[in-house]
């Protein structure tokens, strides 16, 4: 996937200026790559309707980068199709907090069962009780015994002759008399989704009235984990997904089409086999990976800062000069607006990077703003050669910009101040930096 798609805007990149068939390329290009990643096809069907939307148009095409601005559609498109934020699990009022897990064999309920405990001890001082209602295999029930043990987490469990239904009914009565605050009830699984078992969960569900309800669906199963979440969801009306075995090398498409298809927050990530290996969802983590647009993003971001480093590195070399003028000071006062790069200004002049003074510069937006309009009303001839500002080029420049002839004097007298001891600090001679660029 993040071949397909570094190919397109590397394409992008080169060109500079999109045009309406490059964002139609590009979104060929994506609609492919999300495909390959086993993104569900309807999902990416009405994703890239939804980017093609935003992206065509003026938003992109009158960008000054628009390749950067394609980007962060995409980017955001991903994100808000998987939720936009974190969701936290869901708590009673009253405890306990009954979870229970619903999910095909292998996926790793039982695993995130312990996983959560955990997450809860660690993150709630939860005293959770675990319930092994896998009775299908005697094996399950130790692997949970097995975990509960390693975290000192007591696990209910009655055998694997009993009714799932009655050990939950038994198990909620234990916690209710123990005080426990969590149960979290595990439950069997099948190769796929069946009736027999979807009936079994429902039961467990009318019985326990869980607070949380949460599928766990192994990130590596692609495209079926589409249909999988869907038929659990349908049955069970599910709270919540743990998608599972992120660690291994799927793109986890899954988690775009199962948050598309079912409308449920994927909660929780699993990373490994360990039980500390859980990790609460972000989407906009999960759609840089998605993408595989990390390296990208980091890219775009370098060569921003490249760009701003250089620019920077000329102003430093113009003070230093005292070469310095009304032009650079518009540069700068862009920059200021921009991304406040000042004070990184202030750094590239030698002896100056760790003055504190630098940290402390600061207009408004507004200040800016009455400043540039001051500038603009210059000639070109005045911005290069200030000395050339006599009272009555003065008194037209206020006219000018609309501002006060005595504010148009302070900021001259300002511009000169600045320019004189941005000189003598790069020659090593600091003081006196708070009045700078102030008022
Ligand atoms: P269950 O049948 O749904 O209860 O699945 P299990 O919890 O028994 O997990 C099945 C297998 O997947 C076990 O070998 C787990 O160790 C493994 N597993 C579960 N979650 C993860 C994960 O996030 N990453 C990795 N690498 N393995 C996992
Ligand atoms: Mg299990």
């Not at 409308?263 to 840089?288: C, H, S, T, W």
């Not at 070399?317 to 921009?338: A, G, P, V, Y």
């Amino acid at each position: 996937l993040s071949e397909r798609l570094q190919k397109a805007f590397a394409g992008l990149r080169r060109k500079g200026k999109v045009t309406e068939d490059d964002v139609r390329e590009a979104m060929r290009e994506i609609r492919l790559a999300l495909l390959e990643a086993d993104v569900n096809f309807g999902v990416v069907k009405d994703f890239v309707k939804d980017v093609r939307e935003k992206a065509v148009g003026a938003e992109v095409l009158d960008s000054l980068t628009p390749a950067q601005q394609i980007i962060k559609i995409v980017n955001d498109e991903l994100t808000k199709t998987m939720g936009e934020t974190a969701v936290p699990l869901n708590k009673s009022p009253h405890i306990p907090t009954v979870i229970m897990m619903a999910g095909l064999q292998g996926a790793g309920k039982t695993t995130t069962v312990g996983k959560l405990s955990k997450y809860l001890m660690d993150n709630d001082h939860a005293r959770p009780l675990l319930i092994a209602a896998d009775v299908y295999r005697p094996a399950a029930i130790e692997q949970l015994k097995t975990i509960g043990n390693q975290l000192n987490v007591p696990v209910f469990d009655m055998g694997t002759d009993v009714d799932p239904v009655e050990i939950v009914r038994q198990g909620m009565a234990q916690a209710a008399l123990q005080k426990n605050d969590y149960v979290i009830i595990d439950t069997a699984g099948r190769l796929q989704i069946d009736d027999a078992l979807m009936t079994e969960l429902d039961n467990i569900k009318a019985l326990a009235h869980p607070d949380e309800i949460l599928l766990v669906v192994d990130s590596m199963t692609g495209q079926a984990a589409t249909d999988v979440a869907k038929g659990f969801n349908e049955r069970l009306d599910i709270t919540g997904v743990v998608l599972t075995k992120l660690d291994g090398d799927t793109r986890g498409g899954a988690a775009l089409s199962i948050r598309a298809v079912t409308g449920k927050p994927i909660k929780f990530v699993g990373q490994g086999e360990k039980m500390d290996a859980l990790d609460v969802f972000y989407p906009d983590r999960m759609a840089n990976r998605i993408l595989g647009m990390g390296d990208m993003l980091t890219l775009i971001d370098k060569a921003q800062q490249n760009y701003d480093e250089k620019q920077a590195q000329e102003m430093a070399e113009k003070i230093q000069q005292n070469s310095f003028d009304f032009n650079d000071f518009l540069d700068q006062m862009d920059q200021i607006s921009n991304m406040g790069p000042m004070e990184d200004l202030l750094k590239m002049i030698p002896g100056l990077a760790n003055n504190p003074a630098a940290a402390n510069i600061q207009m408004s937006p507004k200040d800016i703003g009455h400043m540039k309009a001051i500038v603009y009303s210059m000639t070109p001839a005045e911005r290069v050669n200030p000395d050339l500002l006599n009272p009555s080029r003065r008194r037209r420049i206020a006219a000018g910009s609309g501002r006060p002839v005595p504010e148009v004097n302070r900021m001259i007298k300002q511009f000169n101040q600045s320019k004189k001891m941005m000189n003598q600090m790069s020659k090593g001679n600091f003081g006196g930096m708070e009045g700078m660029f102030g008022n």
